[in-house]
Each structure stands twice: as structure tokens, then as C-alpha cells.
């Protein structure tokens, strides 16, 4: 699955630190990569409306794996070593796999974290959740996996701001390829880090493409994949 991902160019290792063994394992559990397919990502509710992927990449099954985790923290707290990145407090999402990889950071790292609300389907919600920002706290602001780049370079950050506190870095597991993505490169530069970049197209629904030549190709919400 991931390994033929790796093959066919959808997954690149962005991370120049990650020992190369240890990605190749992380990157071969099953279920992390969906492709050529027609998935809604976030999940349609009543007051919004989700964006259609020709891929998905899961975290779930990475989190889920203690050794994979401490090798993906170990890189992360590497990097934030390297380029002399100091934080008070790491804000995420409360996403169940994304804590499990913010909670082993925060504790190799002896740092404080901040919880957003975060919604069925993946969608960000209106308040933290656990943890709070004092003021002028600088933050590392963090995702499982950025399609969009949108929660990393701008939600996330707008939401530290809203709390008084300062983002100085962010930090993801993978990557998408999409234009939010390259401005969340351009306004943190070495302040990003990521892992992996997995090329994910992504259209709304009115210029899916699959929707235009494929009409008969079911739309799957993300959560209803397994591994
Ligand atoms: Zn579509």
C-alpha cells in the first residue's frame, strides 16, 4: 500500500533526519493511503459542505503504533533542537490520534498542550478544550495530516492569536501538495516541519472532477474507511 505509494511518487519523506528504516516501516502499515478514489473530506453537515479527495491519508493507524510514534517525536524534537526553536506550549487539535502524537512530544519536550475542539467529519470547532494560553505564550501549532495546509498556516494559528499567544512553529506528519500548503511553507519556512508530503488533489464539490466525468463513482466520507 504505503510502499507502492512511495513507488508511484504519491509519497515523498520531506524529513531529512528520519532514519530511513524507520520511515519505510512507519510508511508500510496498512490503511494510511487511499488513492484513486472519490472521498469527502471534511464530512458534509448542515452548515457546511466538504471538499472532494481523488486520495486520503490516515493517521489513525500510525498513532496507534507506540514505536512509530516515539521515532515520529524523536524527529520532531530533533528538529525543533536544530533550529533553535523555543516553545511554551504545543496547540492541536483534539483529535484522538493527533493527541496521542502531541502528548508524547509534550512530555519529551516537558511541554504544555492546548486542545481545539475538533468536530465528527474534521471539522475544527469554536473553543479549546483542554489546556489553555497565557499570554504571549510562543506555540508550535500541529496537525496529524495537512491536506490543505489551511490548519497549519492559518486556522490553528488565527485561533493561538485569538488566545494571546504567539505562533513561532508548526508541525505536521504529512503534508499535502495543494496552494495552501506552499503558503504555509512560504510563512514559516524552517518553522515547518513535516514528515512526509503525500500529493492529495483536492476540488470542492462544483469542480470535482470525478464528479464531472465519473457520476456513477460513490463519494465516501473519510471516516468510513478502515484499514
Ligand atoms: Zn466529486
Known amino acids: 500500500m504505503a510502499s507502492d505509494a512511495l513507488t508511484a511518487g504519491a509519497i515523498t519523506v520531506t524529513s531529512k533526519t528520519i532514519p530511513?528504516?524507520?520511515?519505510?516501516?512507519?510508511?508500510?502499515?496498512?490503511?494510511?493511503?487511499?488513492?484513486?478514489?472519490?472521498?469527502?473530506?471534511?464530512?458534509?453537515?448542515?452548515?457546511?459542505?466538504?471538499?472532494?479527495?481523488?486520495?486520503?491519508?490516515?493517521?489513525?493507524?500510525?498513532?496507534?503504533?507506540?514505536?512509530?510514534?516515539?521515532?515520529?517525536?524523536?524527529?520532531?524534537?530533533?528538529?525543533?533542537?536544530?533550529?533553535?526553536?523555543?516553545?511554551?506550549?504545543?496547540?492541536?487539535?483534539?483529535?484522538?490520534?493527533?493527541?496521542?502524537?502531541?502528548?508524547?512530544?509534550?512530555?519529551?519536550?516537558?511541554?504544555?498542550?492546548?486542545?481545539?475542539?475538533?468536530?465528527?467529519?474534521?471539522?475544527?470547532?469554536?473553543?479549546?478544550?483542554?489546556?489553555?494560553?497565557?499570554?504571549?505564550?510562543?506555540?508550535?501549532?500541529?496537525?496529524?495530516?495537512?491536506?490543505q495546509g489551511r490548519c497549519v498556516g492559518l486556522r490553528l494559528p488565527s485561533f493561538v492569536e485569538k488566545l494571546g499567544g504567539q505562533t513561532v512553529a508548526a508541525a505536521v506528519f504529512a503534508k499535502g501538495t495543494v496552494e495552501g500548503v506552499k503558503d504555509a511553507e512560504k510563512k514559516f519556512g524552517d518553522r515547518l516541519y513535516s514528515t512526509i508530503q503525500v500529493s492529495i488533489p483536492i476540488s470542492t464539490p462544483d469542480t470535482c472532477t470525478v464528479c464531472k466525468n465519473d457520476p456513477s463513482k460513490k463519494l465516501i466520507p473519510w471516516t468510513q474507511l478502515k484499514p
Open 20 to 147: 530511513e528504516e524507520q520511515i519505510e516501516k512507519i510508511l508500510s502499515t496498512p490503511g494510511i493511503v487511499f488513492t484513486n478514489g472519490h472521498f469527502e473530506y471534511p464530512v458534509s453537515n448542515k452548515e457546511q459542505t466538504g471538499n472532494h479527495l481523488q486520495s486520503v491519508f490516515l493517521i489513525e493507524p500510525i498513532a496507534a503504533n507506540k514505536q512509530y510514534v516515539d521515532w515520529i517525536v524523536d524527529d520532531i524534537a530533533g528538529w525543533l533542537e536544530s533550529e533553535h526553536i523555543e516553545v511554551d506550549v504545543i496547540f492541536a487539535p483534539a483529535q484522538e490520534a493527533v493527541k496521542i502524537i502531541v502528548d508524547a512530544l509534550a512530555k519529551k519536550k516537558n511541554l504544555r498542550t492546548v486542545y481545539w475542539e475538533y468536530l465528527p467529519g474534521g471539522w475544527f470547532g469554536q473553543k479549546v478544550v483542554a489546556g489553555q494560553v497565557k499570554p504571549d505564550e510562543r506555540v508550535l501549532v500541529f496537525n496529524g495530516v495537512s491536506q
